[in-house]
């Protein structure tokens, strides 16, 4: 069975400060999807990035970076330069390529952004 | 245009009674997906359509039945809630697993239910 530990639960930087999320993650399969999702205040959620187990670069989209390390079992998310709008609650997710649909979330990260 | 689409966004009900929540998805996606998110903002699977076959069906009480009429609804009904049915339900959708690359979900706004 595949599992999700985001270890952080709440985290609280000042404006304009880079903040890291951590995501481990547990499954036997070898074909896997990772995913970040943002769950504002305002309550929906919104997805940010999916990544697969086959493609370990990291990616950068404006102030938001992830960093995937398969030796770890770690899909890390940066935010860079934070701002009060990045206030949420952030989860990683699994989801296996085959068989199993079933997007395993953690925990999630509560992250306030003080002005 | 909303993507997904859910109705209503909160609804207040007594205990014992039955109660729907409808979903819609105009994204032409294939697979619809029932969460529950509770108090503590754990978000679990409930069920997962696909092309309207039922494709996940998670430990849920029998209380709680999907339907799908088509591929772009996928409705929730409760028979008789219990307070511990309080929480916020998400419907999703999908592309699914499609030319051997797995696809993102996109969620709907969400509905609090919540029974007194």
């Known amino acids: 069975a595949q599992k999700v530990t985001q270890a952080q639960t709440e985290i609280s930087v000042v404006e304009k400060e880079d903040v890291t999320l951590d995501c481990v993650y547990e499954?036997?399969?070898?074909?896997?999807?990772l995913f970040w999702y943002k769950q504002p205040p305002s309550g929906e959620l919104v997805f940010l990035i999916r990544?697969?187990?086959?493609?370990?670069q990291n990616e950068i989209s404006g102030r938001y970076s992830w960093n995937f390390q398969k030796s770890t079992s770690s899909f890390n998310f940066t935010i860079t330069a934070s701002q009060v709008v990045d206030s949420a609650v952030y989860f990683c997710?699994?989801?296996?390529?085959?068989?199993?649909?079933?997007?395993?979330f953690g925990t999630g990260t509560r992250l306030t952004i003080i002005p | 245009d909303t993507a997904v689409s859910q109705t209503p966004k909160y609804l207040v009900t007594q205990m014992g009674n039955d109660k729907s929540i409808k979903c819609e998805q105009n994204?032409?996606?294939?697979?619809m997906y029932w969460y529950k998110q509770d108090s503590k903002k754990f978000l679990k699977i409930m069920f997962s359509?696909?092309?309207?076959?039922?494709?996940i069906n998670e430990t849920v009480p029998n209380r709680f039945s999907p339907k799908s009429p088509d591929k772009a609804h996928l409705n929730l009904h409760i028979n008789s809630l219990e307070l511990g049915d309080s929480a916020v339900y998400f419907c999703?959708?999908?592309?699914?697993?499609?030319?051997?690359?797995?696809?993102?979900?996109?969620f709907g706004p969400g509905t609090r239910l919540t029974v007194t």
């Open positions: 999703a959708s999908s592309q699914g697993l499609a030319g051997g690359i797995r696809y993102e979900q996109y």
């Open positions: 499954t036997r399969d070898t074909t896997y999807y």
């Open positions: 990544r697969n187990s086959f493609d370990e």
């Open positions: 997710a699994l989801q296996l390529n085959f068989g199993n649909e079933k997007l395993t």
């Open positions: 994204l032409g996606h294939d697979t």
């Open positions: 359509y696909n092309n309207k076959e039922l494709i």
